[in-house]
Every structure is written in structure tokens, then in C-alpha cells.
């Protein structure tokens, strides 16, 4: 395969394959699109409901309100810099190798663990259909298809990709409409509750609020996928640009606003919006006929759209990496324009975390799940801390790089970090996310001082 530029930030300009830009504007557009509905969003969003009560949609707005900041920085350097190695790239072009070394390899630890999460969830769905089958089995099967397909060529990624994110959007669309005929009472067999259901708004008062914005938080995961999948793209610079300027219509209309019609539909209190979810608890209550078993395949889609996105992600932060010379070369062997030996790498620790769920249930597991429970906060904080750090470089050195720009800048930055900052405190308050909060932060310190010693020993050679 002919040599083409490539997109990592030093030390990457190397003779030889590069990754190839299998992906159209099609594809990017809808991964965009699609990518921020997630299995949380329609699964563990109830457990919010249930302890925010209907001041859920402030929670998410808030929450909103900041991945969206961290969106608009994000592609601000993606934008000015493409790489598939996203954030980490920009880290170690900010503050040094051993922070892109930290934020890369403690985001490909969570990506891969949450393959095989995202594995877990799809197979219980499907032996609920298919009663007396093993739950490895389907995991398997899922890891094997998208395994292949992601070693195969990244077109064939994006094909997955956009028809899983279409089947999303149309879901997640047709439920908005539904909600909204429904209260507006010209729903044929509903009645409007009008605004009987949000009489109770904060019902466990500003603890409910806060339990509430951490869930909300974590539900945002997955929107990096974008800026990882943009270096691979025909037109990385247009493809960033496009998808970090719609990011915030997608995110108040698919999260804020189909929180909105949940509350307002469904009593906050209902069993059903945590036992069942509350998208199908409010297709329930609207009497929609086989309500549940559509959501389960929509479920099913997000969580093998998860699943599909994560392999690809994760190979590329992992081959980013050691084409920066931060990870064992083999990482880095590229076939086809793919990154195959990473992708075989990543999908085998997914289905290492698989079997810890049922050989290591109490110890070993839950022990993996807290040490990337506040993994996404520490990579949105490397982010922050790199746009400050770039910005003011970019505008001396290349200002026409500055294709997407943060808004109102070095505010918006310094108020993003401050949330970031109060969401650490509130977990460190809560027993549960504490525990999560040391181990995340044992991990990152871990990996930071591995990366200062191999940046040292490289400074040496």
C-alpha cells in the first residue's frame, strides 16, 4: 500500500502504510449523529429518574452543558490537529508524552473493559428470546462478528456504524413524537397529564439533584469516538468541524429533551421506569402494543453499536500510541490499512473482562469496573488542560488552523474544569463513587509515572 501523510503528532512521520481514510462523510455524519445515544441513555437513566425525580432534566442540562464545552475543545484541536489518537495526541503535544501516555492507555483499559460490559448486556437480552443458551456464547458471537468486521477494513466500521446509529435516531425520534402527541392530548386512547406528574420536581431535594447529575454524567460516554474516527475520514478537518458544531442541538434534543417527555408522562416514582427502563415504561403507559420487546431491540442495537464502536476505538488509541512510541511496536503493524494486531489485542482483553464476570464475580471484577468508573472525567480534564495549553500556540504558529473554535476562550475552559472539579468533589462524597474516584485515580498515577520513566529513558537514547 502506497505511503500516505499521516495524522499523528510526533514522532510520526514515517515511511511505510499509514491508516487508510476508508470512511465517507456519510459515515462520520451519522456516527456524529447516533453516537450520543448510548445503552445509557435508555437503560440507566432510570436509576436518575428514581433519585432526581423530575429535576432529572436539570441534571442533564447541567451535565449537557458541560460535555458540550468539552465537545467544542475537543474539536477544536482535532480540528487543527486529526489523529486517531484524539485527545492523547493532543496531551502529549500540550503537556508532554507522559500525559498522552496516562489519558491513552487509561481510555483504552475503559474501552475495552466496556466491550465486554457491552457484551455482557446484549446477551442477556438475547437468551431472553432464545431461553437455556449460555450467555458466553452470544458474547462470543458478538465479539467474532465485530471483531472481524473491524479487522476486515474501516468501512466496514462505518457501515455498521451508520445503519446502527440510523435504527437509534429513528427510534429515539418516533418515541419524541409519541410523547409529544401525548401531551399535547391528540394522542388516539391517551390522556394529557399536563403537568400533574411534575408537581413533586426535586422530591429528594438537592442530594436526589446531585445523585441525579452523576448518573447523567456518565451517560454522556462515547462522544470521543467521533474525533478518533475523523483521522480516518476523507475530509478529517470538515468531518470534526461538522460534527462538533451540531453536538449541541443533538445533545438537547436526544438527552434533555427525551427526559422531558419521560417525567412528564410517567410518575417519577413508578417501579417500572427503573425495573424496565423508562423509555418502555412510558411506551407502556401510552399503551403502545409490544412496547417492550421494540425497546429490547433498540437496546440491543445501542449496546452492539457500543460494542462495535469501542473495538474500533480502542485500537486506534492503542496504535496511536505506539506509532508515538509509547507501546509495543507490534501494536502498531498495519494490514490493509488497519491496525489488525490492536484490534485482536483489544477485542481479547474485551472478552478477558468477560469471563472475570463470571470466573471472579466479587473481587477481581468489581475491582476492574471501579478503575474506570471516573475514567472519562480524567480524559475530559487532560482535554481542558490541553486547549488552554494549545490554543495560544496555534493562534501564534498556525492561526488558520483554527478551524472550530471554543467559545468565549479562556473562560468557557476555566469553567468546564471547575465543573469537572465539582464533580469530583460530589464523588467523593458518595461512598460507591468514591471507591471508584481512588481507583481510577490509583490507575492514572500509575500509568502517568510509567509514562514520565519511558519519556525520560527515550530522552536519554
Known amino acids: 500500500m502506497p505511503s500516505t501523510t499521516t495524522t499523528e503528532t510526533p514522532p510520526q512521520h514515517q515511511d511505510g502504510p499509514s491508516l487508510s481514510h476508508g470512511l465517507k462523510q456519510r459515515h462520520l455524519s451519522m456516527i456524529a449523529l ?33 460535555v458540550m464545552l468539552v465537545m467544542r475543545m475537543l474539536g477544536e484541536m482535532s480540528a487543527a490537529y486529526p489523529s486517531s489518537g484524539s485527545f492523547s495526541a493532543h496531551a502529549e503535544r500540550a ?27 446484549a446477551a442477556k437480552i438475547v437468551q431472553g428470546w432464545v431461553p437455556g443458551t449460555p450467555q458466553w456464547m452470544w458474547v462470543a458471537l458478538f465479539m467474532v462478528v465485530f471483531c472481524g468486521a473491524n479487522l476486515a477494513a474501516v468501512k466496514n466500521f462505518g457501515e455498521f456504524e451508520f445503519w446502527f446509529a440510523a435504527l437509534k435516531v429513528g427510534a429515539i425520534s418516533l418515541f419524541l413524537v409519541l410523547g409529544v402527541l401525548a401531551l399535547a392530548g391528540v394522542l388516539p386512547g391517551t390522556h394529557s397529564p399536563g403537568t400533574s406528574n411534575l408537581s413533586d420536581f426535586m422530591p429528594h431535594g438537592t442530594q436526589g439533584l446531585l445523585v441525579g447529575l452523576l448518573a447523567s454524567v456518565f451517560a454522556y460516554g462515547g462522544l470521543e469516538t467521533v474525533t478518533i474516527a475523523a483521522a480516518e475520514s476523507e475530509n478529517p478537518v470538515r ?14 434534543l436526544f438527552y434533555i429533551g427525551s427526559m422531558a417527555v419521560v417525567v412528564a408522562l410517567v410518575p417519577w416514582n413508578s417501579k417500572e421506569v427503573v425495573e424496565k427502563g423508562p423509555y418502555v415504561a412510558t411506551l407502556d403507559h401510552l399503551g403502545i402494543p409490544g412496547a417492550g ?10 449496546l452492539l453499536s457500543a460494542m462495535n464502536a469501542n473495538i474500533y476505538g480502542s485500537s486506534r488509541i492503542a496504535y496511536s500510541l505506539v506509532e508515538r512510541g509509547q507501546g509495543p511496536k507490534v501494536l502498531a503493524k498495519l494490514s490493509g490499512g488497519v491496525p489488525r494486531v490492536a484490534v485482536l489485542t483489544s477485542c481479547f482483553f474485551g472478552f478477558v473482562c468477560v469471563l472475570l464476570s463470571y470466573w471472579r464475580p466479587d473481587d477481581v471484577f468489581p475491582w476492574l469496573l ?27 504558529e498556525a492561526p488558520e488552523k483554527l478551524v472550530v473554535r471554543m467559545w468565549a476562550f479562556p473562560w468557557l475552559t476555566w469553567v468546564a474544569l471547575a465543573g469537572m472539579a465539582a464533580i469530583f468533589v460530589l464523588m467523593a462524597r458518595e461512598a460507591d463513587t468514591r471507591v471508584q474516584l481512588c481507583s481510577t485515580g490509583g490507575m492514572t498515577l500509575v500509568l502517568a509515572a510509567v509514562g514520565f520513566l519511558w519519556q525520560r529513558a527515550r530522552a536519554k537514547r
Open 34 to 66: 447516533g453516537g450520543v445515544i448510548g445503552a445509557g441513555l435508555f437503560v440507566g437513566s432510570g436509576a436518575g429518574i428514581a433519585a432526581a425525580g423530575p429535576s432529572i432534566v436539570i441534571a442533564y442540562t447541567l451535565s449537557g452543558l458541560l
Open 95 to 121: 503537556i508532554g508524552p507522559w500525559a498522552g501516555f496516562a489519558a491513552g492507555w487509561s481510555f483504552w483499559v475503559l474501552l475495552c473493559t466496556a466491550v465486554g460490559l457491552e457484551g455482557i448486556g
Open 239 to 252: 468531518g470534526v468541524a461538522s460534527a462538533v458544531r451540531t453536538a449541541m442541538w443533538r445533545i438537547a
Open 293 to 302: 420487546q421494540l425497546m429490547n431491540v433498540v437496546v440491543l442495537a445501542a
Open 370 to 396: 471501579n478503575m474506570i468508573g471516573a475514567v472519562i472525567l480524567v480524559v475530559w480534564i487532560f482535554i481542558a488542560v490541553s486547549q488552554l495549553l494549545l490554543r495560544r500556540r496555534i493562534e501564534r
